[in-house]
Every structure is written in structure tokens, then in C-alpha cells.
């Protein structure tokens, strides 16, 4: 019996260790399900997102380039079909194997072996190595046929940037190119970049990239752990860029680049009330087709080392001494602050006498001598020693008031070219401030007639003439196309201004600030002189563009000549006095020509400049005078589809 | 009392036939249907090799756990040790014979069958010291002799499996073994003791642990510390239960699982493949069925005379709630990853084939309830 007792005491102890466990049990259980419920229940948003991180993955489309256009519509850049090959590298298993297959197909050479296992070291592995992004239509059908013996090879027709007018339009439209670090340091490429998209290096696609690039799409596809697509879940299609339409007229653009071939130069062209840029060649030039897929070597030593340098914009990064064609200016500024009577007689002598001040001569360029000049004959005829007196009278700050006022010393499309230059108006303030030296009179001298310290860029003399030629109205240089400024708008704004005249409280003698479509001469009358005398220039007899004058009145045009040293003359130059042609190419002078057309209703302004051209007359002049009846002759054409846009398109 | 008279011998078909434990069979079946579902969802939703392997084991070891049911709860008594001995040479034949897998030598190569010997021994563990608590008194309980034999029984198997290295099965092995002392009544004492000790040991036990096994528990107390090496496996088995939500992503879609993100789906990650497509719902459910299969088996021990039976079945319950609850915490990233099937989930046949031949002995204690076994 006390056996039985044990053995009932032994099973209750076995029991009740049975019920402590059971309730571990029970509390261990409940703590497992809690956790399920923190993980499942409280975080479950928290895991799902880490889940899809897991499963989606994201491949972006790159978008297409948005067009630039002309002002008539026509296309300037366009994205052109081109053939390129992709290595899809997950789909390959010997990656040496199949770069052998394809260098001996399309023929690669060693170095572009060498770049692709480098591009090939920068990607993941379930990237798209691009062998190349141009390939010629025999290398891309060779490939397709030996289609099967390549794993993970994709031919594919993509689209790249391209231009129509090549050489004709570099300086204005730039290039694109693979971009830099740099590149993506900017905001809007840094956004909408993807992987091979190419982006702007110079010009309008580079400053407006924001409107071009577009936005690029998204491919989501799931993928496993190793990272293979299983299927595409969602594609959000990429969005092409904006079209950017500049106000340039191609056909005159083309035909301004023509006249500057094998000439350094340049030449612009400006709508003289809206301030639309028409024309603005530069030569010489490049073909920017070559930077979109990387240029070559050989190329690019081409245009580098080409003394006559085509990759400065002249039209906005050339500075040049004005020359002569800063006469009008000078003499509208005399005139302005009533300093001289414009018929005030001065005789030009010659180079035996040649105008002096504290013992320094200064000559005219005519050897002979004007004889008896007034103010309007020596516009007309370019007498240096006129303007010499004139300017001593006047002193250089004066002058500079009325030069800033009209365009010169700021540079004027903004910040759309970032080598477009500023140019220079010295006074006496700048000198001392820059170069802590005061102010010759000789300085003011030289200065009087566009030479010494100040510089000038061709699109700034043409927006000069420009704005002296419609009246002395302040107007808003553009190149791209902007829809809030039209001919009858500023016609309008120019009126009110006009009708308000008494109104005007302003003294335009200080040095104040203008707003757009208002006026920025003193007296009315001093305008008109300078334009009747630059008509002279060109129209009558001894003026220094006769020559290439039209009788017409439809292409009747207004100019002024200008040559510009690119050296001191020295007494023995003078005593030799050759021909532009036995001067050595570098120590020739600059040739300069500025005009405004027609000249009983003016519509257009033009500046040329041909780096050691010679004589603004010989060199300069001529090629104004084709290209301003060119202009003249799709003036027509420019106003109906401007008025009524794309009726014409 | 009528019925104690009839030795179990004489017991007639029908009447075993009736005792046996319907609800216990009808959970068994259920637990081994879902586990085809997960497997047959772990390959895809594709009929192939896991899943056949899968079902035909379960076939073969479910009937096997039914004619075994049939065996007197005496014989399995008789044979205890016999058992154990096996058990033990086997794990010695792994330890000289052995074939190996990522860096483990676990398997026996049976040709039909890769057999894992630790496996068995869990089992082998339980009944052993059933019996040998069976018979000592509850006076001598106490007594550091009676002390000393189970502890070195305990020690030379799971020194064997750590040896493997499986560090898992070896503390499941520990696990079951303890609980039958402490449910033989040993005093609280020796526990706290001991537990105590192994608190102190710990940093010596960590340094002569594999570099793989420290890494996991390193890993277990910050997962985050190599998420593409040893945390890999413990973020993204929490990445998938927890996307799983209420209702889970539904059946053969857990994408986790379905796009590779989850090693080792079929074995030991089992659960978060289920707990992805079946959401916490499913969960609870399968817990629950889980908790009823123990709760089952207690109650075999409950209506046993015997105390082999008694400590056999409360024993093999813990030890089946120990491996469910390893698991699960395991992949809930509560434990360290150490590498412990899910019962009768898991794909795996020495697992399958221990539970099944663990539970077939719970249906003979249940058969034989009456049996009273002597206690010399």
C-alpha cells in the first residue's frame, strides 16, 4: 500500500509539472502570436513597401529631344532614327565571348574594345551595355543576320539628335553630347537624366534644356532575387520636350553663312521694332552632327586648330573695335548735349597736317584730306578728324552715357549663350576703377572714333543700329520666339510714348535707365540728322558705301562704314600706304559695315564684320548689300506668318 | 475497474479500434494537407519533384504511424533503451560515414531515404528517459545518482549532433530530454542552478561556437548588421510575413517566396511562405492546430495509467511545441536562425518520419491506456 501511496503522489507531480509547462506553453504561444500580429497587423504598410522594394524594379525610358524650329517653323535639330545594338548582359554567358563575335561583325578596333569593358565595369548586372549608339545601315543588317549566334544582343532603332542645316547654325542652336559631371550638377538634367541621354554642351540646347529635355518614363517590371525581369507591372511613357522656336529665318541664316564662307566674320541681323533676331552667322563654322555620337580626334584637331577659330561665336563672343560705325552714336551724342553746331566747319588737312593735341598727331584715314567738313559730311564721308575734335569737345563720359544707352557694354541676349561677352564703353570713372590710371584727352580722342579701349560684339552694333533706326526706341533683343511681342504692339507702344512726349519729365541727358519701347533720345530732330547722314553715307555721292547702294526704295538702305585697327599704324605704314592684300592676314584691319533697311520705312538692322577684311567699304559693305535684299525680299512672307502664325506652315 | 482486469493482450480489434484518438489522426491529416499546399506553393505552383517526394513520404510515413499505433505501449517500454542505443550508434555511423551537405555532415545515405539520425535521436531521447523515470522512485528523484545517468545520456547525443555541426536539433534534443526530468518532479532548484550556470558559460560557449553559428546570433541581435549576408535570410523572411497582412497575398501568389527573395523555403522558412499567402489569419489558424495537436497529446497522457506513458506523452508534447515555437520565432526573427523544421511542414523525411513514429507511440499509449506496465 505504501507502494500504491508513492506511486499516486508521483503521478500527481508528474501532473501538476505537466500544467506549469503547459502554461509556458500557452504564454510562449500568445508572445508568438503578438509578434505576428506586430509584423502582419501594426507594421504590415512598413513590410509591404520593403516587399515591392524587393520585387519592383524600375528601367527608365529616355525621352525624345524636343525640336527646334525657325521662325517659319522649320525644323533647325531633329531627332533622327538610328541604329543602335544593345547587350542585354544577364542575358549573356560569356560576356568575352560575344564582345569577339561582335568586334569581328561591325568591326570594333582595339580602343573600342577597351571602352566597352570599361562601360561594361560601371553597369549592374541587369543593365544594357550600349556597343553602339550610330551604326551604319550595312552594320546593323550584318548584325541582324548573325542575330542568333549572339546572346544578348538587341538591335534596336532609337532615335538621336540631329541637324538638318549642320554648319549653318552651330553658333545659334550648339550641340549635344554625352554629359559631363558637370552637367549633372545642373537641376533640370539631373531630374530627367537617364543613363546615354544625351544633353546640350553649347547654345540653345544647352541653356534651354529645361524646355528640351522632356521627362523620361518609367518601366517597372518584377523582378526575382537575382534580378531578372519576370514581367512589366506598369510603364509611365516618357514625355518628349518642348519645342523651342527661335526667330531666325533659316533661308537668311543659310544665306549669311554663305556670304561669310572662307571669311572670318560675322554677320546679324535684327528686326529693328520687335528686336527678333533674323540672322546671327558666324564664321567659320563646324558641323555639330560630329559631337552627338563623340567626335574623333582627327575632327576635333580640325577645328581646334584652325587659325581663323570656328568654335568662337563671333557674332556675340568677338569683340572688335567699332571703327567707324561708332560714328553716328558719337555724333548723335555731340548733337544730344548740343556741344556742337552741326554746321560747324572743320578742315581736314591731310596726313602733312594732321590734328594734334599736347604734341600728339592724329590722322585721318584719308591721305589726301576731306578738306571743309560739317557734321553731316563727315558721317557721310568718315572724316576721322571731325570726329576727333568732336569727341575732345564732348569727353568720353558723355559719350558713354548715350553708348550704354544704345546697346554697347552689356551684352545682349542674357543669359542664353554663356560666352556671349560683354563688350566695353569706357569712361573715366571705369579706367580709374580698373586700371587706377585717370583719363587721357588723347583717349577721349581715339575713342571718337571707335577706337582704344572700347569693344564691341557684332550682335551689339546691330542692335545699336537697329535702335537708332527705328527712332531711338528702346527695344528687347530675342532669338527665341516670343508671342507677347509683335510688330503692332511695339508700333503701339512706340505711339503712346511718342503722344505722351510732354509728359516726359526725364532729363535724357542723365545717365538713366529706359524701359523697353520707350524713347531715349533728347530731341527728336538729332535722331533723324544721323540718320539722314548714314543715308548719305550710302546713297550720295563720296559716301563710303556708294558703291554698293540700291536705287530702288523697296531695298534702299542706310549704313555706315567702319575699319578698325587691329594694331597701331606707325608713320612708316602710313608712308607706304599698301594694299589690304601685301599686308600679312593678321595685321590686316577688321572690316565693318552696320545698316538699317529700308530707309523710308526701316524694318531691319544688319551689322557685318570680316576679321582683316580691309576696308569697311570693299569687304564689309558689299555683303550687307546682298543680304539686306534678301531680307527685304522675305519680308513679306515673315510678316503674314508672323501676323497670321501658322497660316504659312 | 472491469476493464483493468482484461490484459491488454486480450483487447479485441474493435475495442482498440476504439480507443483510438480520431481528432488526434483527423489533425495529423490536416496539418499534413497544408503542408502539400505550402510545398506544392514553393515550387511554383508546379506539381514536381518537392511536392511528390512530399506527398508520397507523408503516405508512407502516415501509414506507417497507423500500424505502429498498433503496438503495445510495453513493447516500446521493453525496447527503450534498445532505442536509444540505436539511435546513438547511428549518430556515431554519421560521425565516421556521414554525407555531407553545405558544410554539415548530418545524413546516413539508406539509398531511398538520406536518413538524419539526430532526428531520431529526438525521439529516442523522450522514451529513453520515460522509461528510465518510469521506474525510479519519487523518493530517489532527488538523489544526485539518479541524476548523473540521465545527464550524461543527454549530453553524449547532443555532443554528437553539435558535432555535426547542428546546433538546432542539438537543443532540441537538450530541450526534450529536460523537460522529461523536470516533468519526473526533480526540484526547482536544480534548474535555476543550472540555468544560472549556463548564463555565466555563456560567453566561453559562444567562443568555441562555428564563425557561421556566431554570425547568426551576432545577426540575430541586429540583422541589419549584414543585410545581403547573414541577415539576409531573417529580413526577408520578416519582409514577407509582415507584407502578408490579415488576409496574406493569397494562395501562390507570396511574392517573396514565388520571385526567390526566401532561402530555404521549403524547410525551415515553410512558415513565412505559408504566413505570406495566408496572412496572420492563416497564421493563428495553423497555430491553433498546432496547440490542439498538443493539447491532444497531453490528453493521451492525461487518461494513460501508466507513468512511461504519462512522461512519454507530456514529454513529446513539449517537444513538439518546441520545435513549432523554434521555428516560428525563428523565422519571426524573435530566436536565431539555428536551423529547426517545422513538424510535419517542414520537407524533410527523417523530421516527418520522427514525428510520425513520435506520434504513432502517443496512439499506442492511447490504445493500451489501460496497460499497466511493472515497475521492475
Known sequence: MLNRGRNIEKGRVITRRMFILAAAKILLFAGISSRLYNLQISDREKYEILSDKNRIREWKTPP??????????????????????????????????????????????????????????????????????????????????????????????????????????????????????????????????????????????????????????IKRYEVNASGKRISQIDYIKERQGNKVNLTIDIEIQKYAQELLKGKAGSICAMDIFTGEVVAMASSPTYDPNKFTHGINQKDWQEIRNNPLKPLIN???????????????????????????????????????????????????????????????????????????????????????????????????????????????????????????????????????IGQGYIQTTPLQLCLMT????????????????????????????????????????????????????????HK???????????????????????????????????????????????????ELDLDTEQIDYKKRDHALYVAFAPYKDPRYAISVIIEHGGSGSKAAAPLASKLIKRIIDRHKLREQFNNGNTSLA | MLRERIPASNYSFLDKLKSIDYLLILLILAIGSISVFAIYSTEGGKFSFYTKNHIIRLSVFFSLFLVLSFVRVSTWYKNAYLFYLIGLILLLVVLFFGISASGATRWINLYFLNLQPSELMKIAVIICFARYYHRIQSSDIQSIKFLIQPIILLIVP????????????????????????????????????SGLLLLVSLPFAISILKPYQKSRILTFFNPDRDPLGAGYQIIQSKIAIGSGGFFGKGYLKGTQSYLEFLPEKHTDFIFTLFSEE?????????????????????????????????????????????????????VLGMLPIVGAPLPIMS??????????????????????????????
Open chain 1, 64 to 217: 525624345q529631344r524636343g525640336i527646334i524650329v525657325d521662325n517659319f517653323n522649320k525644323v533647325l535639330a531633329s531627332n533622327d532614327r538610328v541604329f543602335q545594338l544593345h547587350l542585354i548582359l544577364d542575358e549573356i554567358n560569356d560576356f568575352d565571348v560575344t564582345i569577339f563575335k561582335i568586334k569581328n561583325i561591325i568591326g570594333l578596333d582595339k580602343f573600342q574594345v577597351q571602352k566597352l569593358y570599361k562601360k561594361k565595369e560601371r553597369l549592374k548586372p541587369w543593365d544594357t551595355l550600349v556597343v553602339s549608339d550610330n551604326l551604319t545601315w550595312e552594320q546593323f543588317s550584318k548584325i541582324n543576320l548573325y542575330l542568333h549566334e549572339l546572346e544578348g544582343a538587341k538591335p534596336v532603332l532609337s532615335t538621336s539628335r540631329f541637324y538638318p542645316y549642320a554648319n549653318d547654325l552651330v553658333h545659334i542652336v550648339g550641340y549635344v553630347g554625352d554629359a559631363s559631371p558637370k552637367d549633372l550638377e545642373k537641376p533640370e538634367i539631373k531630374e530627367n537624366f537617364v543613363p546615354g541621354l544625351k544633353v546640350g554642351k553649347y547654345g540653345i540646347e544647352s541653356s534651354q534644356e529645361k524646355m528640351l529635355i522632356g521627362n523620361y518614363g
Open chain 1, 314 to 448: 563671333k557674332s556675340i563672343a568677338g569683340l572688335y573695335s567699332p571703327g567707324s560705325t561708332f560714328k553716328p552714336l558719337v555724333a548723335l551724342a555731340a548733337l544730344e548735349y548740343g556741344i556742337l553746331d552741326p554746321n560747324k566747319t572743320i578742315r581736314c588737312k591731310g596726313h602733312k597736317h594732321p590734328y594734334e593735341l599736347y604734341g600728339v598727331k592724329y590722322h585721318c584715314w584719308k591721305k589726301e584730306g576731306h578738306g571743309y567738313m560739317k557734321l553731316r559730311n563727315a558721317i557721310k564721308q568718315s572724316c576721322d578728324i571731325y570726329f576727333y575734335e568732336m569727341a575732345r569737345l564732348l569727353g568720353v563720359d558723355k559719350l558713354s552715357i548715350i553708348a550704354k544707352r544704345y546697346g554697347l557694354g552689356t551684352n545682349v541676349l542674357g543669359d542664353l549663350y554663356n560666352d556671349e561677352k560683354n563688350g566695353l564703353v569706357p569712361d573715366t570713372k571705369w579706367k580709374r576703377r580698373t586700371l587706377e590710371q585717370s583719363w587721357y584727352l588723347g583717349e577721349t580722342v581715339i575713342n571718337g
Open chain 1, 466 to 521: 537697329a535702335q537708332i533706326a527705328n527712332g531711338g526706341y528702346k527695344i528687347k533683343p530675342h532669338i527665341i520666339k516670343d508671342d507677347s511681342i509683335n510688330y503692332k504692339d511695339v508700333i503701339n507702344k512706340i505711339k503712346i510714348d511718342q503722344s505722351s512726349f510732354p509728359l516726359h519729365e526725364r532729363n535724357y541727358l542723365d545717365d538713366i535707365n529706359v524701359e523697353y519701347y520707350q524713347r531715349m533720345y
Open chain 1, 524 to 574: 527728336k530732330s538729332n535722331i533723324n540728322f544721323v540718320l539722314d547722314a548714314m543715308f548719305g553715307s550710302t546713297n550720295e555721292q563720296y559716301g563710303t558705301s556708294y558703291k554698293s547702294r540700291y536705287d530702288d526704295p523697296k531695298y534702299q538702305f542706310a549704313g555706315k562704314t567702319g575699319t578698325s585697327q587691329v594694331r597701331r599704324i606707325t608713320d612708316l605704314d602710313r
Open chain 2, 158 to 193: 547532443c555532443y554528437l549532433v553539435i558535432q555535426q555541426p547542428d546546433l538546432g536539433t542539438s537543443i532540441l534534443i537538450a530541450g526534450s530530454g529536460i523537460a522529461i526530468i523536470w516533468l519526473a518532479g526533480l526540484n526547482i532548484k536544480y534548474f535555476v542552478y
Open chain 2, 278 to 330: 495566408f496572412g496572420f489569419l492563416g497564421s493563428i489558424i495553423l497555430l491553433f492546430l498546432y496547440i490542439l495537436l498538443i493539447y491532444r497529446i497531453i490528453n493521451v497522457g492525461l487518461v494513460s495509467r501508466s507513468f512511461f506513458a504519462k512522461l512519454y506523452c507530456f514529454g513529446f508534447a513539449t517537444a513538439i511545441f518546441l520545435y513549432v515555437f523554434v521555428n516560428i520565432a525563428m
Open chain 2, 347 to 376: 520537407y524533410g523525411g527523417s523530421s516527418l518520419l520522427s514525428i510520425m513514429l513520435g506520434l504513432s507511440i502517443v496512439m499506442s499509449c492511447k490504445i493500451y491506456n489501460q496497460e499497466q506496465i511493472s515497475v521492475y
